[in-house]
DNA sequence: TCTGGGGTCCTAGGACCC
DNA sequence: TCTGGGGTCCTAGGACCC
């Protein structure tokens, strides 16, 4: 058995904006945005020439414009996103089966059982390094430790482009002097407190108490972050998680929440996430609706059913009772609306025929509503129209929605991709 | 000039049960 | 008489990640 630094983490650099400049020569080498416009919306994607302006990912396009005026914005070809990635990761799978891919673009591989074939895990990380360029035209970073927390953190300092393997005798060596957010889990808030403490590498974190951390952070993150600091996070490589929630959001700007808005939106999100989970054929138990108000505050409600449920007749219903709620919680004079969201929960399989009541209601043949087999029926044939003949076939999405919705459809459908 | 969309995990308080 | 301890589930909020 070959012990030493046989887990490895690879990612892909500025994947979405490293795409474009593959499909389009003439962006090779300048500063571009993925999403967004000098005007408004958000960037989802920063070419590395755009990242030394300090563009980033999340960041709202008229501040990304005037971080580095030559930005070019482009709209992102989202449909071609996917395939390449999946590309990659079947190169990925050629040197062994355990791989753990954890979103579109970066997967961990354990290489234990690979060593003997294909030489040791810095040799393996070249090769794959090599043949992703070579054969997909994209850069992919590689690190490879000992964890996978430290495989992550190397595969960061690696980029762009690069690999970097941390031998076991050198692990605190490498870590020390790195600030300590670049550890999984440490974000803007943690890194703050951490800050506040003196607290500024991973060395500085190593030296701090446990009792100190889990009294700053919590038990939980204290207890990971200590682990993390020691590399003695024991999580292992796993391929296939079920996924325990699916959900759906869209941003709205500022509306006045009328009772046709919501419905409207909630229909909407509520197919959209029914759709999906009879596609995996799951069903949940918890509806949860998030209503965020104009200044960004939200609010969340949510009521856990006796029974899964995945119909959208459902889903929608409990979802816009849920919406009220949270709403008619803020008092006078009812508030703006600038996004609302739906998420489902407690998941479970779905099997045959559900006997989905109307919520509220003792009789399920009331006016407007409809009982648990006649629910099944109209998703099914719902389901099928789309799968025939596209998602735009069936199902309602008012005018009042279909302008302003910053993202584009394939985005939100790359964005849903069951990655499991 | 005004902030996307998809997720995971953790915490705290309360209800409820034994 | 007036109050123990442990466990589970639910709800709301928040930090974080890609």
Redesign the pocket.
């Given at each position: 058995m070959f012990v030493g630094p046989t887990i490895l983490h690879a990612d892909l650099d500025a994947f979405y904006a490293s795409v474009e400049q593959l499909l389009n020569p003439a962006l090779r080498g300048r500063p571009i945005a993925v999403g967004g416009s000098a005007?408004?919306?958000?960037v989802?994607a920063a070419s590395y020439e755009a990242k030394a302006f300090g563009v980033q990912?999340?960041m709202?396009g008229?501040r990304a414009a005037r971080l580095c005026p030559e930005l070019v914005f482009v709209r992102g070809n989202f449909t071609r996103y996917q395939p390449l990635a999946d590309q990659v990761m079947d190169i990925l799978g050629d040197v062994t089966p355990a791989v753990q891919r954890?979103?579109?673009?970066?997967a961990f591989l354990d290489v234990s059982g690979s060593v003997h074939l294909f030489g040791p895990p810095g040799v393996i990380g070249a090769h794959l390094r090599e043949r992703v360029r070579a054969e997909v035209g994209l850069a992919i970073s590689v690190g490879a430790a000992r964890t996978k927390h430290l495989a992550?953190v190397a595969s960061q300092v690696a980029k762009p482009d690069g690999l970097v393997v941390v031998e076991p005798e050198r692990e605190r060596e490498f870590l020390d002097p790195l600030p300590v957010?670049l550890?999984?889990?440490?974000?803007?808030?943690?890194?703050q407190h951490l800050a506040d403490r003196g607290i500024h590498t991973i060395g500085e974190l190593g030296r701090a108490t446990p009792g100190m951390l889990r009294s700053l952070l919590?038990?939980?993150?204290?207890e990971?972050l200590h682990a993390l600091a020691h590399n003695t996070d024991p999580r292992r490589v796993s391929a296939g998680q079920r996924?325990?929630?699916?959900?759906?959001?869209?941003?709205l700007?500022?509306r006045e929440p009328t009772a046709e808005l919501v419905r409207a939106v909630l229909g909407h999100?509520a197919e959209?996430v029914g759709g999906?989970m009879r596609a995996k054929e799951r069903a949940g138990?918890?509806i949860?609706v998030r209503v965020r108000f104009?200044?960004?505050r939200?609010?969340?409600?949510?009521?856990?059913l006796g029974a899964p449920v995945s119909s959208t007749l459902t889903i929608t219903e409990v979802a816009e009772r849920?919406a009220w709620?949270?709403i008619g919680d803020q008092g006078e004079p009812v508030p703006e609306v600038?996004?609302l969201?739906i998420?489902v929960?407690?998941l479970g399989p779905q099997r045959g025929v559900q006997l989905e009541l109307p919520l509220g209601t003792e009789d399920p043949w009331r006016p407007g509503s409809a009982p648990g087999s006649a629910r099944w029926a109209l998703d099914a044939s719902m389901d099928a129209a789309r799968a025939r003949f596209g998602k735009d076939a069936v199902g309602y999405l008012p005018a009042t929605l279909g302008r302003g919705?910053?993202?584009p459809d394939d985005?939100?459908e790359l964005?849903?991709k069951?990655l499991g």
């Open positions: 005007h408004g919306g958000v989802l990912g999340g709202p008229w954890i979103s579109i673009d970066e992550k957010a550890m999984w889990g440490v974000g803007p808030v943690t890194r919590g038990p939980a993150a204290g990971r996924a325990r929630s699916v959900g759906a959001q869209s941003a700007g500022r999100l959209r999906r138990r918890t949860t104009a200044g960004m939200s609010v969340t409600r949510s009521v856990t849920l709620q949270a600038s996004l969201a998420s929960s407690n919705a910053g993202v985005f939100r964005a849903e069951d």
